[in-house]
């Protein structure tokens, strides 16, 4: 059973850089066809995907994220991590991480609180 775990600070400054780690368990991030993805959920909002990388390690971005947004990974530790810089309290949200199977967002982690400071 694959699971997902998101970590990091749950309190990050305005303008700083965000960094959170997704850890994966029960499957590698290298297996084929997979995309490992990057989702927040903001207060009274919807989800908003944020970018994902892929097997190949090819890196996929939101046009409207893309200046802020990195994504990596470390094979080693079957992990991949999400980096926002310049954050603002419009940040603030619930950060997940999922697998994508094709279109479909088949396993989730539970998600992790981060708020920005003003």
């Known amino acids: 059973q694959v699971q997902l775990q998101e970590s990091g600070p749950g309190l990050v400054k305005f303008s700083q850089t965000l960094s959170l780690t997704c850890t994966v368990s029960?499957?590698?991030?290298?297996?084929?066809?997979?995309?490992w993805s990057w989702i927040r959920q903001s207060p009274g909002k919807g989800l908003e995907w944020m970018g994902a990388?892929?097997?190949?390690?090819?890196?996929y971005y939101n046009p409207s994220l893309k200046s802020r947004t990195s994504i990596s990974r470390d094979t080693s530790k079957n992990q991949f991590t999400l980096q926002l810089s310049s954050v603002t309290p419009e940040d603030t949200a619930v950060y997940y991480c999922?697998?994508?199977?094709?279109?479909?967002?088949?396993?989730w982690g539970q998600g992790t609180q981060v708020t920005v400071s003003s």
């Open positions: 029960g499957g590698s991030i290298t297996t084929s066809y997979y995309f």
């Open positions: 990388i892929a097997s190949t390690s090819s890196t």
């Open positions: 999922a697998r994508v199977d094709g279109s479909w967002y088949d396993h």
